[in-house]
Every structure is written in structure tokens, then in C-alpha cells.
């Protein structure tokens, strides 16, 4: 049922540990001969704690898969990925060790773009990959977010797909600096980010303009990836 509602639809929702390799591969074919660009992917939190313990193998193999369509002209163990998030180590936190895990699964070509951190210089130096501290929300432009709008066409060379770890603000700068760029981007959602995009309409339409234009949405739970499909139409 759930490789079935993917083919009708840009919903995709899965349990990792339960998503074989050989229905992934069926599944990742099936959607390159739709044409699909658009995913929404469910981690299992029954196999995980909440975004702490995790895994990131099955989940990355699936990434590369469900990433494909249009990117696949470039071989996904080739691609340069740019993170970009205000929630990551030192910050302690469920999401801050979520993307600390898949930062260490894609090391070898994973650069991160974080808020300063008081305690940066007792992780970033033992990390393992590269990790850029800039205050990613402006004190004086307006939308405070157009500051990563600046960094990522200055340096859009650089990467092939961006990771957002929250819709707003951050993912309205990678929608925006899609429009100039062309770079995709890949969101990666969890219930408060969503509650705060669903506080007010202008926000909401905001959310639903990044959420549509990326090319993969992870939820982290099968509830919340119901949600995005009821209230985002994804």
C-alpha cells in the first residue's frame, strides 16, 4: 500500500527498517518512469528514538534512491551537499543529534553552514568535515533570511543539493536561491517546525511554496508525513 500511494501521488511514506532494498530498488524505478521529484520519507520512530540513535544507513540509502529523477545525471555518491541549520552540535537536542548523524554518514562530501556556538571550538575541530559558523539570520536585512540567499548564489558552484533542517525561515532561502541557482533542496521536517509554519496564513503559503519546490521532504514521524500531505498537498 504505501510503494501503491507513492505511484498516484508525490506522497512517499516509509518505515526504514522495514523498506527492503529490493522493494526500494522497485520502488525508486517505478518513480523515474513517473517522473516523480518529490517524496516525503517516515522515519520508524518504533526502531529509533526519537531523532537520537539513529541509523543512517537504510535512511541514506533510500535519500540516494528517492533523490534520483532529475539528479541522477550526476551519480549520488558524487554530489557535494551543503547543510544548512540553526540546531547543531553543541547544541544538545533530538534534532541537533539527528543531523549530527547523517552530517557523519555523508562526511566525505558534506560541508555545514551552522549559527555560532559558544563551545564551537570543542566539536568542530574533531568533526570530520567541514563546518562554517556565520550568524545565518540577518540584524538588519529584511527578510532576515536573504543573508544564505547571498551565500548560496555566491558559492552555488560548490554544492549539488542543499539540506534544510527547519522550513522557516532557512527553507524559504533555499527556495529563493533555488529560483536563482537551480541547486535543489532537501527538507527535513519535524512537529514544531511545522506547527510554527502552520501559525498564521502568510507563513503557511510560505511553507507550502518550499515544501513543494523541494526535491525530497522527510518527516520524522508517519503522523506529521499525514499532516504534510493534508495540510501542504505534497
Not at 155 to 172: C, E, F, K
Not at 174 to 194: E, N, S
Request: glycine fraction near 6%; proline fraction near 6%.
Amino acid at each position: 500500500p504505501v510503494l501503491h500511494s507513492f505511484c498516484h501521488s508525490k506522497l512517499f511514506i516509509s518505515s526504514a527498517p522495514a523498506l527492503h532494498r529490493s522493494n526500494l530498488s522497485r520502488w525508486a524505478r517505478d518513480a523515474r518512469n513517473r517522473n516523480r521529484s518529490q517524496t516525503v520519507h517516515w522515519l520508524d520512530s518504533r526502531h529509533s528514538s526519537w531523532w537520537g540513535g539513529l541509523s543512517w544507513r537504510p535512511l541514506a540509502d533510500q535519500v540516494r534512491e528517492a533523490v534520483g529523477s532529475t539528479l541522477f545525471q550526476t551519480r549520488m555518491s558524487e554530489k557535494k551537499l551543503l547543510l544548512i541549520t540553526p540546531d547543531f552540535p553543541p547544541n544538545e537536542g533530538g534534532v541537533a543529534r539527528y543531523l549530527r548523524a547523517l552530517a557523519e554518514h555523508f562526511k566525505s562530501r558534506i560541508e555545514v553552514l551552522a549559527d555560532p556556538h559558544p563551545a564551537w571550538s570543542t566539536f568542530d575541530p574533531l568533526a570530520g568535515y567541514p563546518i562554517y559558523r556565520v550568524q545565518l539570520l540577518s540584524r538588519l536585512l529584511w527578510p532576515r533570511w536573504f543573508k544564505i540567499v547571498k551565500y548560496l548564489w555566491k558559492y552555488h558552484q560548490r554544492y549539488d543539493v542543499i539540506l534544510i533542517s527547519h522550513v522557516l525561515p532557512i527553507g524559504s532561502a533555499a527556495w529563493l536561491g533555488k529560483k536563482f541557482t537551480g541547486v535543489p533542496y532537501v527538507v527535513f521536517t519535524h512537529g514544531m517546525d511545522i506547527r510554527l509554519a502552520m501559525s498564521s496564513g502568510r507563513k503557511r503559503r510560505l511553507a507550502t511554496k518550499v515544501l513543494k519546490g523541494a526535491q525530497l521532504v522527510v518527516a520524522n514521524s508517519q503522523a506529521l508525513a499525514r499532516e504534510l500531505a493534508r495540510d501542504f498537498d505534497i
